[in-house]
């Protein structure tokens, strides 16, 4: 594990105050915030019905996800995570995507609050989690589609470590979450091109309630369809 990352100022409460897994509430942590990108970033880019976005759709994708099951905030215990749900679900819509699982050597506890009392300390720590595994053919794709559940109103860690893995140069990434409610971290033009060296954010990203995809999957397909239709994917 390594504690180097620098700190950014942690955007949007979501769910209930502190303590959500999927959209968690923190105080921001506001250290090292000078070194915060201001503005939109020159790594940004919107893909909004763009010729240069269409031409994506012949490039190799690969749709990468953190996910968690167990007891889950609003939906219990569930065996496959809302994260997974969605990921699943862009990969079917884009037809040509390869999926990977970013997964933790050490387990998250399955206990909803404790899980979350984790997830507090590594945020505080500037953790890196080690995973499981890498994408082994990871130079051979052009578009990530990265996916997360929103924890303390930022990326979780292992994601960090997942982003930190790897070059990523001439790579475009498209992020997605699911959370407390519809929305995206407020982080994402920031924080993914920081870390992952050499990359393109291509917004908007998409964020939807976890619960939603929990419950009614179905019923989200159709803004998953048309987010990927104004990203160019369809």
Same mark, same amino acid.
């Given at each position: !594990?390594?504690?180097?990352?620098?700190?950014?100022?942690?955007?949007?409460?979501?769910?209930?105050?502190?303590?959500?897994?999927?959209?968690?509430?923190?105080?921001?942590?506001?250290?090292?915030?000078?070194?915060?990108?201001?503005?939109?970033?020159?790594?940004?880019?919107?893909?909004?019905?763009? *010729?240069?976005?269409?031409?994506? $759709?012949?490039?190799?994708?690969?749709?990468?996800?953190?996910?968690?099951?167990?007891?889950?905030?609003?939906?219990?215990?569930?065996?496959?995570?809302?994260?997974?749900? !969605?990921?699943?679900?862009?990969?079917?819509?884009?037809?040509?995507?390869?999926?990977?699982?970013?997964?933790?050597?050490?387990?998250?506890?399955?206990?909803?609050?404790?899980?979350?009392?984790?997830?507090?300390?590594?945020?505080?720590?500037?953790?890196?989690?080690?995973?499981?595994?890498?994408?082994?053919?990871?130079?051979?794709?052009?578009?990530?589609?990265?996916?997360?559940?929103?924890? #303390?109103?930022?990326?979780? !860690?292992?994601?960090?470590?997942?982003?930190?893995?790897?070059? #990523?140069?001439?790579?475009?990434?498209?992020?997605?979450? $699911?959370?407390?409610?519809?929305?995206?971290?407020?982080?994402?033009?920031?924080?993914?091109? $920081?870390?992952?060296?050499?990359?393109?954010?291509?917004?908007?990203?998409?964020?939807?309630?976890?619960?939603?995809?929990?419950?009614?999957?179905?019923? *989200?397909?159709?803004?998953? *369809?048309? #987010?990927?239709?104004?990203?160019?994917?369809?």
């Amino acid at each position: !594990m390594s504690i180097n990352r620098r700190g950014f100022i942690r955007l949007a409460v979501f769910g209930m105050a502190g303590l959500l897994l999927t959209g968690c509430g923190a105080a921001s942590d506001t250290k090292n915030t000078a070194e915060a990108v201001s503005g939109k970033s020159a790594a940004v880019s919107s893909g909004a019905g763009t *010729q240069e976005a269409a031409k994506q $759709t012949g490039k190799k994708i690969l749709v990468a996800y953190f996910s968690r099951t167990g007891d889950n905030y609003e939906v219990g215990i569930i065996e496959k995570g809302n994260t997974h749900i !969605m990921a699943d679900m862009i990969a079917e819509e884009l037809g040509n995507a390869d999926t990977f699982e970013i997964k933790t050597v050490k387990e998250y506890a399955k206990n909803y609050r404790e899980c979350t009392e984790e997830a507090k300390a590594e945020k505080a720590e500037d953790a890196r989690p080690e995973l499981k595994e890498k994408v082994a053919n990871f130079s051979d794709y052009d578009t990530v589609f990265l996916g997360y559940p929103i924890w #303390w109103s930022d990326l979780p !860690m292992p994601v960090y470590t997942f982003l930190e893995s790897y070059d #990523w140069s001439g790579k475009t990434v498209i992020p997605f979450c $699911t959370s407390a409610g519809d929305a995206m971290t407020g982080l994402e033009e920031r924080v993914i091109p $920081t870390y992952a060296k050499g990359a393109q954010v291509k917004l908007p990203g998409l964020g939807l309630r976890g619960k939603n995809m929990q419950d009614a999957p179905e019923s *989200q397909r159709p803004k998953v *369809q048309s #987010w990927l239709k104004e990203l160019g994917y369809q």
